[in-house]
C-alpha cells in the first residue's frame, strides 16, 4: 500500500536570533538555502589518476522572502540596523521542517544584505540574505 506525504508551508519553521520567522511568507519560494562550495574537488593527474579532496566548506547563503507588511520584515530591518552599528553582530539561524525533522543550523548567522524596497498599486514582497560560515544538516529524524 502507498503512503500519502503532505507538505505545509505552515511547518516550516525558521528562527534566526529572538525573531520567530513564521507568518509572512512570499507566495510561492520563500526560503532558499544554498551551500557556496562543491563538497568535495576532483584533481586529475597527468597520469589520469583521480584524486578527491573534500573542501570542509559549509558556508551557506539564506534568502528569505517575505511580504512588505510582515512583522518578519520589520524585525529583520531592526537587527540589520543594529547590526550596522556593532559590525560584529552574530545571531543563531535554525531552519525545521516539522513535519518531517529535517532541519538547518548555524551557531552564527548575519544578514549580508538588507531587503530592496520596492513600492506598487499592490503589496510586495522583500529579499532578506542571510550568511553564515557553518551551516550544519542533523541526521533527518
Known amino acids: 500500500m502507498s503512503s500519502l506525504k503532505t507538505y505545509s508551508a505552515k511547518e516550516v519553521a525558521i528562527a534566526f536570533g529572538d525573531i520567530s520567522i513564521d507568518s509572512g511568507f512570499n507566495d510561492g519560494e520563500f526560503c532558499r538555502i544554498e551551500f557556496k562550495a562543491d563538497m568535495f574537488s576532483l584533481k586529475i593527474g597527468a597520469d589520469g589518476q ?23 520584515h520589520l524585525l529583520l530591518s531592526a537587527w540589520a540596523n543594529a547590526a550596522r552599528q556593532d559590525p560584529h553582530k552574530t545571531s543563531p539561524l535554525t531552519i525545521k521542517l516539522i513535519n518531517n525533522g529535517k532541519s538547518y543550523i548555524a551557531e552564527k548567522a548575519w544578514i549580508s544584505k538588507q531587503a530592496t524596497d520596492s513600492f506598487a498599486a499592490e503589496v510586495s514582497s522583500r529579499e532578506w540574505t542571510i550568511e553564515t560560515h557553518e551551516l550544519i544538516r542533523p541526521e533527518e529524524g
Open 50 to 72: 583521480g584524486h578527491r579532496s573534500a573542501t570542509n566548506n559549509n558556508s551557506a547563503t539564506i534568502t528569505l522572502t517575505v511580504m512588505q507588511d510582515a512583522n518578519a
